[in-house]
């Protein structure tokens, strides 16, 4: 809650003080999804979805993003459960012109409403289907930019994930959390892949 309240608030000043200068984008993304961490052990590569990417840039170098993103992963002890992992991710962005039609931008963000949900294809797997592991993380999310001013651009996108499971609740309402049961909760996902935006 405290980093959402952060981040609204440089958003906010943000907005006030550099909107004369505004450029924003909207697009996807598709990539490969890796993910590590003891936390993760178990979990295969997936493939990762970037549902919405925004982008609004207050001045030439410094804006905000916002990035719905979803993962789709099997278990490596099974193959009637998938797992899909996603978030909300808020934070600043930083973009540096490299040449005319490339750019980067880097984007650190807060990974809002953290969540992995568990689908079980057969009744092999009794009680799991639809249990939600939930926690907090950030990204350190970079994109390699490519194409003219306004208009269709294109993108090598580098994100990492990283943060903590909390919680595990099942469809029944019961839960747990994972300190008090003495689980390993750190988790992290290296993605890559590529998107198209348009910017506006």
């Not at 993910?35 to 990762?48: H, K, L, Q, T, W």
């Not at 993962?71 to 934070?91: M, N, P, Q, R």
């Not at 029944?172 to 890559?192: E, I």
Request: aromatic share 12%.
């Amino acid at each position: 809650m405290k980093n959402l309240l952060l981040v609204t608030i440089v958003l906010f000043l943000s907005i006030n003080i550099l909107a004369q200068d505004s450029k924003a984008y909207i697009g996807v993304g598709l990539g490969y999804a890796i993910p590590s961490g003891d936390a993760m052990i178990g979990v295969d590569n997936g493939m990762e979805l970037g549902i919405v990417n925004f982008g609004y840039r207050f001045n030439e170098n410094w804006g905000a993003t916002i990035n719905l993103v979803s993962s789709g992963h099997t278990l490596e002890a099974t193959t009637d459960v998938t797992w899909g992992l996603a978030y909300l991710g808020v934070g600043p962005m930083y973009t540096t012109s490299l040449s005319d039609n490339i750019s980067l931008d880097v984007k650190p963000q807060a990974a809002l409403g953290m969540v992995g949900v568990y689908v079980v294809e057969s009744n092999s797997v009794l009680g799991l289907d639809g249990a939600q592991v939930t926690g907090s993380g950030f990204v350190l999310g970079n994109s390699l930019v490519f194409g003219s001013e306004r208009g269709l651009k294109f993108s090598v996108n580098f994100d990492y994930l990283f943060g903590n499971w909390k919680t595990t609740t099942y469809t029944d309402g019961s839960s747990f959390d994972w300190k008090n049961v003495g689980y390993a909760t750190a988790m992290s996902k290296l993605s890559l892949g590529v998107g198209i935006r348009y910017n506006f």
